[in-house]
């Protein structure tokens, strides 16, 4: 099958996305969406990319066998839901493609359009939120340190690449850009972010302020504002406005999975510009 540009829906990367969440929203929609994260998809879906999310920047994406779009052979593609004659399969020997190797993973893209439209990027938070701030000091430290937790410079240097990180993913080459993320050092160190949003607004009942940087978009609309507002107690919270997730290995997690009302949003809204 040769590709063309009429042949292909837009594209859209979500980095830093292993739930899958919002790259279903996207697919339901008929557009082209690889999520990207170091931890497989949740969903163990082929329209993933477990690596570095450097490695698909400049537009590539993961090739696709035959076998993984068509596993039994029934003339089906499971991954698009669609026939695979008609479906955007970066296959290996594929016409109008460029095929780049790297971290060991064979990458395509589409000749005739090869960056993506969109991307929608979660970075990771760890060292970008205001918690903690005690551990960014050389010490003597009044809470216990846990083996595992960064402190002093080896924090400060942590919060650095991070910061760059995002700033990275902001300069991509892609016109379209979303980075979320909670409050934190970004709105001092980066920019103010451009709208802060919470799932409350969406439809789902739980409070989570989570800002919203823009590149070339406008401020997402809420579509479903639950009574109350502001001044509601969610369902995720407790008596004293806490996140009622107990400590656990998995509570970062479960907690960074975007609410479904959110990512219909991004979807729905974002979706239809491109």
């Known amino acids: 099958m040769s590709l063309s540009p009429d042949s292909l829906s837009p594209r859209v990367l979500i980095a830093c996305e292993f739930s899958g ?11 082209t969406a690889y999520s990207c994260d170091l931890l497989p998809a949740d969903d163990a879906s082929p329209f993933h990319y ?9 537009g590539y994406a993961p090739v696709r066998f035959q076998s993984d779009c068509d ?8 991954a698009a839901d ?3 004659a008609d479906c955007d399969c970066y296959g290996p020997t594929q016409d109008g493609m460029e095929y780049v190797e790297r971290g060991g993973v064979l990458l395509a893209r589409p000749v005739d359009r090869p960056h993506w439209d969109l991307m929608i990027a979660h970075p990771p938070c760890t060292y970008l939120t205001i918690a903690a701030e005690w551990a960014y ?19 400060r240097t942590a919060r650095e690449e991070a910061l760059a990180f995002v700033q990275l993913l902001y300069d991509a080459p892609i016109p379209r ?6 409050v934190g050092v970004l709105s001092s160190r980066f920019r103010k972010p451009d709208q802060t949003i919470h799932p409350w607004q969406f439809g789902d009942d739980a409070s989570k302020a989570t800002c919203l940087w823009l590149k070339n978009l406008p401020l997402l609309t809420p579509t479903n504002e639950l009574p109350g507002g502001r001044q509601a107690r969610r369902a995720n919270q407790t008596a004293s406005g806490q996140n009622k997730l107990p400590p656990s290995k998995d509570r970062w997690k479960l907690r960074s999975v975007t ?3 959110i990512a219909n949003a991004l979807a729905d809204q974002y979706g239809a510009l491109l």
Do not use: M, S
């Open 50 to 58: 477990q690596g570095d999310v450097r490695h698909l920047l400049d």
């Open 177 to 182: 850009v979303v980075i979320e993320n909670p």
């Open 71 to 78: 596993p039994d052979g029934a003339g089906w593609c499971d």
């Open 259 to 261: 609410y479904p009302g």
């Open 82 to 84: 669609t026939d695979p």
């Open 137 to 155: 000091g050389d010490g003597p430290y009044h809470q216990k340190v846990k083996p595992e937790t960064l402190v002093g410079a080896a924090r």
């Open 21 to 31: 969440t919002v790259r279903r929203a996207f697919a339901e929609r008929g557009i």
